[in-house]
């Protein structure tokens, strides 16, 4: 059978002005499985330019001195149209459960700019030799390998709690030593909300992502996690009144009709869904305006205590919280913005998570 390895989800990114022309991507990847055979997704979803791969390659070993080459439609230089993605053949490629993989590509496009790419704050599983706006990520967010294992796949999905990659990163780290066969993915997208797609006035504005609601299907479930772990909802109530306009602030009923929709598509196609409560924002400032107020931390509070009542819900919320000030995060675990984990954060916060999921593995 075939199953995912490792995958991450992109985003929109066309204000970096990333050139491809004059790099070489290089990624070690961390996985957990073993395989007979291997095949890569390229993305270029949000370029209206076709990206032509000149040369993938992967490798068991970061000199590539036995590399093997990746083909589409047995060519080992192949085009990726604008506003698609592709999987590329699969090639015979022996791989154990505890190798790391490298993968080497050269790309280029006519403009000389890409879009389509991923900026992840941690490098624990997937690690770039690019650092821009992050671990930063194009051309491939796929690996699949033919396995003749049973694995197991948990898929993270969220926002930009999930995209920084320091708690997920932490759980799969530990997962991994303890757990054959099972392999995880990131579906989170900085700025991304749950029931809009992006707005406002900031220049990340497109790479905010459709609404968590419309991206569901896509960017999660047609990947066949077997546990999906969403953490997402903060930016529907962080977002407006300051980068957008207040009046898209949901009520808690709305927000809780976005949720039974992740819900009831997961229970479509028979994949469990874990959630986790919306965590502390007060003191945040976003686009140099206050984020909270009395009325968002009620509507918070009312979502989460629907969530913990009506679908399997882990409350990170009152795990992160400051014991003193439950509106706000923690200071042993905030990155300074009062909103975001910081890297030790995520990594004890990962570590809790484990164990909460254990029984859900």
């Not at 991507?25 to 270029?44: C, F």
């Not at 009542?309 to 009152?318: C, E, K, Q, R, Y």
């Not at 030790?344 to 990962?350: A, E, P, T, V």
């Amino acid at each position: 059978m075939e199953k995912i390895a490792w995958h991450q989800v992109f985003s929109n990114y066309q204000n970096l002005n990333f050139r491809p022309n004059q790099h070489v991507e290089h990624l070690h990847i961390r996985q957990n499985l073993a395989g007979t055979a291997i095949r890569l997704e390229l993305s270029n979803r949000f370029d209206a330019v076709p990206l032509i791969i000149d040369n993938l390659r992967i490798s068991l070993n970061p000199d590539f001195n036995d590399a093997t080459s990746v083909t589409l439609n047995h060519q080992s230089s192949f085009t990726i149209p604008a506003h698609q993605q592709l999987w590329t053949d699969k090639v015979p490629f022996q791989i154990q459960r505890d190798n790391a993989l490298y993968v080497e590509l050269s790309a280029h496009n006519e403009t000389n700019t890409l879009a389509t790419a991923a900026g992840v704050f941690s490098n624990n599983i997937a690690q770039s030799n690019l650092k821009l706006n992050g671990n930063f990520i194009y051309g491939v967010s796929s690996i699949a390998f033919e396995t003749a294992q049973q694995p197991f796949t948990v898929a993270f999905f969220g926002d930009s709690l999930t995209n920084q990659a320091y708690f997920t990163d932490q759980v799969l780290t530990n997962l991994y030593q303890t757990t054959p066969n099972l392999s995880g993915f990131n579906a989170g997208i900085a700025g991304n909300r749950l029931l809009r797609s992006g707005t406002g006035t900031s220049q990340w504005t497109p790479s905010f992502g459709p609404a968590g609601v419309q991206r569901f299907r896509n960017d999660v479930i047609s990947y066949q996690p077997n546990l999906i772990i969403s953490l997402i909802g903060i930016n529907d109530l962080v977002h407006p009144g300051t980068n957008s306009p207040l009046s898209e602030l949901p009520t808690a009923s709305q927000m809780i009709a976005g949720y039974q929709q992740l819900a009831n598509e997961a229970a479509v196609h028979n994949i469990p869904l874990v959630m986790l409560t919306i965590t502390p924002f007060a003191n945040t400032l976003n686009a140099d305006l206050p984020a909270w107020s009395p009325e968002k931390e009620q509507i918070r509070q009312q979502v989460n205590q629907w969530l913990l009542a009506n679908i399997p819900t882990i409350d990170l919320a009152s795990f992160v919280a400051d014991p003193a000030a439950k509106q706000t995060l923690a200071a042993n675990l905030d990155s300074g913005d009062h909103l975001h984990f910081s890297e030790l954060g995520g990594i004890q916060i990962g570590n809790w998570l484990t164990n909460q999921l254990q029984s859900y593995l």
